[in-house]
């Protein structure tokens, strides 16, 4: 069975930093492109980051960029998002994802075209 758990998400004022973590497991994801969304309360779910099955290409929503930095250790079948500078407005429940197309060399930016999520870990931003 596929599971994603991603853990790392807390309370932390503005200014401050947080790093998530997405353990994969049933399945090596190392072939597979993966990306982080997230989603705040009473709006849809958004985009943040995402990375290629080697982990050479990122993609970053125009609001985290320079912020945040997603990377990916394929030999731990594991993903990462550093949060950095973090905002109030970062405030949300934060989801990773992987996608079922092996060997993709591009990245992913819509809800779509992920098959596999995590319940999500919190993330909030005190000002």
């Known amino acids: 069975q596929v599971q994603l758990v991603e853990s790392g998400g807390g309370l932390v004022q503005a200014g401050g930093s947080l790093r998530l973590s997405c353990a994969a497991s049933g399945r090596t994801f190392s072939s597979y492109p993966m990306g982080w969304f997230r989603q705040a309360p009473g709006k849809e779910r958004e985009f943040v980051a995402g990375?290629?099955?080697?982990?050479?290409?990122?993609e970053y929503a125009h609001s985290v960029y320079g912020r945040f930095t997603i990377s990916r250790d394929n030999a731990k079948n594991n993903l990462y998002l550093q949060m950095n500078s973090l905002k109030p407005e970062d405030t949300a429940v934060y989801f990773c994802a992987a996608s079922n197309s092996p060997y993709y060399i591009g990245i992913y930016s819509y809800s779509r075209d992920y098959a596999y999520w995590g319940q999500g870990t919190q993330v909030t931003v005190s000002s």
């Open positions: 990375i290629n099955w080697s982990g050479g290409n990122t």
